[in-house]
């Protein structure tokens, strides 16, 4: 199918550019339709019906699907192309810890705390896990239960219950009616009563089958009977060939449904690469394989992962690689320019110049922290790029060093006028004295280097080089 375009979509608006939406132009609002930045409802003049045509037109090849309720909701589905460079991936892929209901009650614990609390900050942005998957292994409707009522206590986190027998996922559905959870999951043989507890507790359901034409009649069954939150189960391989086949299932699913216009292969895909632990005897190359298999399905388009480790070792590599498929690769990641204190500095302390480029500031903001200096460091825009880029496409320019030293009044910080600049800018060096008048000095090729310079040639209370 053809991916949509401004123009595509604003045959469909009323065409008046009348800015009753915020926009200067009905083009305006048709680019941001596309960017999901507005909805059809900012044009208030369209009828009731033409706002149907252009929702229809709108939906994604892959729909949207909302789990959980509150302030907790996250959202997975939602693309439209195939591979990322095309326009951007919109809803990352949600990771969920498994806990199973024969766990004593300090491991449950453990683990959900490790859901609320692990995080770490790269590039700006906090990386999180976002569920739990509470496993029914007792067969003990009990103990399934109490298991889901204890970790209901501890998080409020979105939940997937797993168990394939419908009096078990019904005792579960009780204690969270009301909170949106997965069903793991539906296959030909409890379909009927899945969907029906569905249906009863207004839950997303998973839809499971080995055969994607099995699969897609799986799910026109469900949407007849009124279901409309669905994920795809093509069945999770984790040895030799079954890896591959299901890796390739992920994909044909996709491609039919973006591609191919294949509705019913169009919801958001799960793949359990924690089962990787009943076929591997050591404990670490479970880990090591699950984190393998993980990373392979994120690289495939999965939207749903679930994980039996609970080792940031392992877990950090996926959250970092979820952010970097899920960063729109049109734009450079920026962080906003202006002056930064980083510690305390004062009126004598160093002058640091570097780009608004995320990866570079934060690598040369977290070695300066770290490394306990203070100081002012510049961070100057240049359109997202690193050093040696910005250089070369002349968005790192002595004017430009000038224009930010007036503007953020860096003068009236330190009485000193010395500048520390990264050495994959040294040939800035001479039209940098010369433009503002500072003294200019470089550092390393590496941030980390910038600490041991200024260890070696800065006299703190008088600003005075030692080289």
């Known amino acids: 199918m053809p991916r949509l375009t401004p123009m595509m979509i604003y045959k469909y608006l009323p065409g008046k550019n009348c800015e009753a939406c915020g926009e200067e132009s009905c083009m305006a609002l048709a680019l941001k339709l596309i960017q999901r930045e507005k909805t059809p409802e900012s044009c208030g003049t369209m009828t009731d019906m033409e706002r149907l045509v252009l929702v229809d037109i709108l939906t994604p090849p892959i729909k949207e699907v909302t789990i959980g309720s509150g302030a907790s909701t996250i959202t997975i589905g939602g693309e439209e192309v195939l591979y990322r460079h095309e326009l951007k991936y919109f809803n990352p892929t949600a990771i969920a810890v498994d806990i199973a209901d024969t766990m004593d009650e300090k491991m449950i614990k453990e683990r959900i705390a490790f859901v609320n609390t692990f995080s770490i900050e790269r590039l700006g942005v906090m990386l999180n896990l976002d569920m739990v998957a509470i496993r029914c292994a007792s067969d003990d409707p009990a103990k399934f239960k109490k298991a889901i009522e204890l970790a209901l206590k501890e998080t409020d986190k979105p939940f997937m219950l797993c168990t394939v027998d419908p009096k078990m996922m019904e005792e579960g559905l009780k204690v969270l009616k009301g909170k949106n959870p997965v069903m793991y999951t539906a296959t030909a043989k409890n379909f009927d009563a899945f969907v029906s507890l569905a249906k009863t507790y207004d839950a997303t359901l998973v839809l499971y089958?080995?055969?994607?034409?099995?699969?897609?009649?799986?799910?026109?069954?469900?949407?007849?009977?009124?279901?409309?939150?669905?994920?795809?189960?093509?069945?999770?391989?984790?040895?030799?060939?079954?890896?591959?086949?299901?890796?390739?299932?992920?994909?044909?699913?996709?491609?039919?449904?973006?591609?191919?216009?294949?509705?019913?292969?169009?919801?958001?895909?799960?793949?359990?690469?924690?089962?990787?632990?009943?076929?591997?005897?050591?404990?670490?190359?479970?880990?090591?394989?699950?984190?393998?298999?993980?990373?392979?399905?994120?690289?495939?388009?999965?939207?749903?992962?679930?994980l039996s480790s609970v080792e940031p070792w392992s877990v950090l590599p996926l959250l970092t690689l979820r952010q970097n498929i899920y960063t729109d690769p049109r734009t450079e990641p920026t962080v906003k320019a202006e002056l930064y204190e980083i510690g305390n500095p004062d009126e004598h302390s160093p002058v640091i110049l570097t780009v608004n480029f995320s990866l570079t500031y934060f690598t040369v903001e977290g070695d300066l922290r770290r490394s306990g200096v203070s100081a002012w460091l510049i961070v100057l825009d240049t359109n997202g790029f690193a050093v040696d880029t910005a250089v070369a496409a002349n968005t790192m320019s002595a004017d430009d060093v000038k224009k930010f030293i007036d503007d953020f009044k860096v003068e009236e910080k330190v009485k000193h006028r010395k500048m520390l600049i990264p050495g994959l800018a040294a040939q800035l060096r001479g039209d940098l004295e010369d433009t503002t008048g500072w003294e200019i000095f470089v550092a390393g090729r590496d941030s980390s280097e910038i600490a041991g310079f200024l260890k070696n040639k800065w006299e703190w209370k008088d600003s005075v080089w030692k080289g």
Do not use: C, W
């Open 209 to 306: 089958s080995k055969s994607l034409s099995k699969l897609g009649t799986l799910v026109r069954k469900a949407e007849a009977a009124g279901l409309e939150r669905l994920v795809l189960d093509p069945a999770t391989g984790i040895t030799g060939k079954a890896f591959g086949n299901s890796i390739n299932r992920i994909v044909k699913a996709r491609r039919a449904a973006i591609e191919n216009g294949v509705k019913e292969l169009g919801y958001p895909t799960i793949t359990i690469p924690g089962a990787v632990g009943l076929t591997e005897e050591d404990p670490v190359q479970a880990l090591f394989m699950e984190t393998l298999i993980a990373s392979s399905h994120l690289d495939r388009f999965v939207d749903m992962i679930v």
